[in-house]
């Protein structure tokens, strides 16, 4: 009997195979599934390939019905705001198209949620903030673009933590996916933009000095360099 570590794997492995191909159109919507199908494919128990599909169901990108089976559902029903989704579609190779539609959704919120955090980000966030960017200069100098990337992540998750607005936390993921996604695809420079990083350190500095206009600015800026940088990337850059 399969250990539960081993039936996770085999669920998350499935998902992940599955929720792709369903992305990249090998599953296009309309096409109907089946739970024994789909084991057989994979090698797993009827188990493992439900577990699958329930989660596929939640996300909007499947509907079992019975008599019917398992249908690929539209992209209009898909839940876009799930990370793994947007993992997903950005393996599929949607990748320029799609990270400006997101840099796009970025614009509408973390600029306002800079402002919010320079009104209400405690001491404590504030030291956060100042670490994550001392860190991308130390590995954007270096070209560690792994540890450059989590210093980022970090960076962005405290901001929106600090704005104190529980919808804007809950989008922490989906910036992170966005951030994973340039340097796991190649579309980050081999050194990390100096003017982005500095960017980074006016947002901290502003939530720090409790300046909201200058900390919304400064986030827009961040913003609007990533998407250009993804629409010309540059990865000869220093």
Known sequence: MASDTTVGELHGSVLTDLGTR????????GDVLTLDAVGVHYGVSRTVAREAIRVLESMGMVASRRRVGITVQPKETWNVFDPRLIRWRLDAGERTDFLLTLSELRRGFEPVAAALAADRADEHQCRILAAAVSDMVMHGRSGDLDQYLLADKIFHRTLLEASGNEMFRALSDVVGEVLAGRTH???MPTRPNP???DLHDQVARAIRLRDPAGAEQAMREIIVEAAAAVSEPDTDQE
């Not at 369903?22 to 919507?29: E, L, M, N």
């Open 195 to 197: 003017a982005a990083i």
């Open 22 to 29: 369903i992305v990249s159109g090998d599953h296009p919507a």
């Open 185 to 187: 695809h190649g579309m």
